[in-house]
Structures are given as C-alpha cells and as structure tokens.
C-alpha cells in the first residue's frame, strides 16, 4: 500500500501512484511475463495461450473441480497452479486492464506453505487446497489498501479479513490478485479514475460489465478459473454474461459480509450480497457448500442458519410432474437485442424437446414499477455519501456515475415516512411477485441477464434485467449460451421503441460492433431456493448437452 490518506496531493498523482503500485506487484514475478504484441486485436482471449508455456495454459484453462481434485491427489503442486495463474492474471491485466494488485509473495508464501502440509500429512488441508481465487477489491483484506474506486479513499487500510476470505483461507485456498471495480461501486461497468477503464477481452471495445467488472475480465480471459463479486444490482451477474462465465447472486442473508467496504453502508432496501464467478457451475456449487458448510451465521447472526441442501432433491416430482420453466422473453420495459433473443429461442427450443421439462411464457409484472421502488431505495440520503466521496478529492465523476447519482430524476432525500412508504411498496411487490410464482407452478424463470451482449465502453444504462431479482431478493444464476454473430443477430430495422429507455437500447445497436461477444441468460427462482436453481441449471446443462451451445473460442 503505497499512499497513506495525509500524502494525497493531487488525485491525478493518488491514480498514477496507485497504478504504479500494481505495476511493481505484476514485475515482482519471476520470470517477467511475456511482453504483449503492441497492435492487439479486439478479440485478445487466444494471446494467453500464445504467450504462456504449455503447462501453464493447461493449468489455467482446466476447470476448478478439475484443479481441486489434481491438487487433492497430488498429481499437482499448489505451488505450480498459483503461479501459473498469477502469470496469466499478470498477462490480463495487459489486455484488459482488470487488476488493482498482484500478490506473488503473498500467495507462493501460502501455497508452499500448503504443498509442505501435503508433503508431511498425505492430505489437502482443505475442499479448496491449493486453489487460487482473485477477489474485488473492496472486500477487505487486512493491512491492503480498500478504497471501493474512490480516489478519497485511498489510504484506507483494511483492519481485519473479511468474514468470507477468512472462512476460504481454512478451507485451503489462495489469494492471489485483486480486482477492479468502478468509481461509486453502481455501475454495470467498470471505470474508476483510479485505473481507468476495464474492457471485454472477447471485445475490448466493449465494457466487461460492473461492478465486478476485473473479476468477469479476469475470468473471461481465464487469469481466474474462481473469484469473488458482489452484486446490489447485477453486479456479479453483468459481468459473468459480458465474459462468458458462471456467476451467482445469492439470497440475502446466506453468505457473510462482515468486512467488506462501500458508501450507503447500513442500507436496507436493497440488500447487497456477496457472490461467486466462475468458470463453470460446479465451481459456484463449490464455494457455495464451502462457506455454509463452515456455518457462517456463527460469526455473523444476521446470516439465515440454512444449511447446504444440495442432497434435496429439489426437482424431484411426482409421476408426470415435469419441471416448470417460464420463459420471460422480455421485460415489457426495454426489448433486447437479437443476440439475446436467437440465445433465448436456441435454448428455448431445446428445452421444448426435453420429456422431462415443460415450457411456458412468463408475463412481466410491473417490471418499471419494480424499477422506480428499487431507485428510490438505492440512494435514499439523495446520494450524499456517493457525492463526497466523490467530490472531496476532485476527481471527476466517471459518465455512468453521473448517470445513476447526479443525473438520475428519481435520486431525492427520502424523509423517514418516505422510506418506510417505499419499503412497504417493496414488500407489497415482492408478494405480488411471489404469488404469481405459486399461482402458475414455475419452478425457475429464464430470461436476458440484460438487454443486450456486453454494452459499448459508457452505454451500460440499463438495470433492469438484472436488478429486478434483487429487489425481489431472488437467486439468480448467470450462464453463457452462445455469442454475438453480426452476419446472423441483424438490426431489426424500422423497431418503434417504447420508450426513451428502449429508444436509447435500440439505437446503440449495431452487429459489427459487438463481435464475439459472449451472450449469457439468467436463471431465476424463488427467495432461499438458491439450492433449487443451481440444480435446475445443472438438469438443464446435462439435457441441451452442455452450455454454451456455441463454443465462445
């Protein structure tokens, strides 16, 4: 940690001093990772394996269950995998920009430390021995620095490890870098003045999504086959679909945040969750188990006591009974692009041939209605903190920060009768909401993670895909399906948009300019039935024949 709070002259000088501090941690590797070509090209996920040894490349490319179990039989060294990952993480951040700090002595210290206990005790130490997992920045590792993207907060210095890397480190794991997120922390990208802009590594003139924006970057690209997000409003699930990876918004409650750091802290209305990203599902079903089974709600009463339920079987019926999707094709408020909506129809119809699933639409209800009660909760002090952690350095405030805070008609000073008007329309909502649920017999809901692929650098204007699950409080798994094929997803010429919301979506639109990106769907159920959602995917996964249905390499 480079800067203490008193040291902070200009905050041009805090960013390039900071960025400085990252690039000393990436050059503290031995050997010095290769040097990039100067001329990339949009699409950069094929450099690493170009640069990289063989072995490096099969390490990183293998999946996290594949990894735990050659770590657990000690067919690998834990030593061998964490550095393999930190040269291709130092190689993404190259590319793509997504890194706030490695952490090589750190991470070879602990992994040794681990290939010694497996050399003396025959055994992992652990369900995640060995295993490297980057974390968002904000939350806090001790004696790091955790400024959440805000140039006044550099120089905060983490005092404790957070609750969940505390209960990861027991259960073996590695830390090894740390990520990027956005000024503010409320963006569907990831931009900060800090470190500037983190791109898509399938298209680098497109956004990796936000706020956990270096994680999907970092996983899209394979510097991480395990991370840490954190999602209030697709934080965790927009970045998981722009890069082509699993991503999990959990039910409020299940996974501890005690450590963690950002403004609005003690918020309410809209609870934010700690989540995983990953490579593939069994990965999130791994972190999953791992955390509950250590019976966090010990350290943290807030937590529900739900135990790790995966031994239900939840979809299991009654004779002729099938599993219930209900298809949301599109929100009522702003139509997705084709991409989207050739993922949708492609997965739909496999899912039609299916015996043992049954198909039927999903209605929206009140989608914009949703959209209004969670604006008016987000920023109920009319974005005061937001705006002096902002301000108070002088650093300028990033577009979309703009957008959603200064710029935003609907952010006001709620007085206290106000907030308890617009909790109690939330509560309404989520009634309204969960009652159509029971009323129709869906098991899990499909739809877009947003309303289009990975939007254009500054565009990502749209929430509603996403946080629509989180003022309902619904687990919501991200998935990748396919990618954007400009000669097949056309513009749908002479489209009369709804509104100045689907006016804005629609006009953005251009195939050619969202080339290879990822295009990802959500999954969708009830409140606590995270369990229920994950197996769902996991029957959907083995029935179509694996995800995405169109290879993203």
Not at 13 to 23: G, I, K, S, V
Not at 167 to 172: H, V
Not at 343 to 348: F, G, N, Q
Request: charged letters at 20%; glycine letters at 8%; proline letters at 8%.
């Amino acid at each position: 940690m480079p800067i203490t709070p008193h040291q902070m002259p200009t905050w041009q000088e805090t960013a390039h001093l900071m960025q400085q501090y990252r690039d000393e941690s990436i050059a503290a590797l031995e050997p010095p990772v290769p040097t990039v070509p100067s001329e990339l090209p949009l699409n950069v996920t094929a450099l690493p394996s170009q640069l990289l040894s063989s072995s490096e490349n099969t390490i990183t490319t293998s999946s996290p269950e594949h990894l735990l179990a050659s770590l657990a039989s000690g067919t690998l060294l834990a030593t061998t995998v964490t550095n393999a990952f930190l040269r291709r993480a130092a190689l993404a951040q190259t590319l793509t920009n997504c890194i706030t700090e490695l952490l090589p002595s750190a991470a070879l210290a602990r992994a040794k430390y681990l290939d010694d206990y497996y050399a003396e005790h025959k055994k992992p130490i652990g369900p995640l021995h060995g295993l490297p997992i980057s974390v968002k920045e904000h939350i806090a590792m001790k004696d790091l620095d955790i400024n959440c993207g805000y140039i006044s907060r550099v120089g905060t210095v983490g005092t404790v490890q957070s609750t969940i890397l505390q209960i990861l480190w027991k259960a073996g794991c590695v830390f090894y870098a740390r990520t990027t997120q956005p000024q503010t922390l409320m963006h569907l990208e990831c931009s900060s003045n800090l470190y500037g802009v983190t791109v898509n590594p399938y298209n680098r003139a497109l956004t990796s999504g936000g706020s956990s924006g270096g994680e999907g970057a970092l996983l899209g690209i394979k510097g991480s086959c395990l991370g840490i997000g954190s999602d209030i409003g697709g934080s965790i699930r927009s970045p998981a679909a722009n890069n082509g990876v699993f991503g999990l918004r959990p039910t409020s409650y299940r996974l501890p945040v005690g450590g963690w750091q950002a403004t609005m802290g003690g918020q309410e209305g809209v609870i934010a969750v700690i989540g995983p990203l990953s490579t593939s599902l069994e990965g999130v079903k791994v972190f999953m188990k791992t955390i509950i089974d250590a019976e966090p709600w010990l350290l943290e009463p807030s937590l529900v006591p739900l135990p790790w339920r995966w031994e239900r079987d939840w979809l299991e019926k009654p004779m002729g009974k099938k599993v219930r999707v209900g298809v949301l094709w599109d929100d009522g408020v702003v139509k997705p692009h084709p991409p989207v909506l050739r993922a949708m129809r492609e997965l739909v119809g496999k899912l039609e041939g299916v015996e043992e699933i049954e198909v039927v639409d999903w209605t929206p209800y009140k989608h914009d209605w949703a959209w209004k009660i969670i604006m008016n909760l987000y920023f109920a002090d009319n974005g005061a903190q937001t705006t002096d952690a902002i301000n108070s350095s002088g650093e300028p405030w990033r577009p979309l920060s703009r957008h959603i805070v200064a710029d935003n008609p609907t952010v006001h000073e709620l007085s206290i009768t106000e907030l308890w008007t617009w909790t109690l329309a939330r509560e309404q909502y989520r009634t309204e909401y969960a009652k159509l649920l029971l009323d129709t017999g869906v098991d899990v809901i499909l739809c877009p993670v947003g309303p289009g692929a990975a939007p254009l650098l500054d565009h990502a204007k749209y929430w509603g895909y996403t946080a629509q699950w989180n003022i309902l409080d619904w687990p919501a798994v991200v998935f990748p399906a396919g990618k954007v094929v400009p000669e097949v997803d056309g513009r749908e010429e002479g489209y009369q948009p709804r509104n100045e919301k689907d006016e804005f979506n629609y006009g953005i639109y251009d195939p050619e300019k969202y080339r290879d990106a990822p295009v990802s769907l959500q999954l969708v159920g009830r409140r606590y039935e995270d369990e229920k959602v994950l197996q769902a995917l996991e029957f959907i996964q083995s029935k179509v024949g694996g995800l995405p249905l169109v290879p993203l390499d």
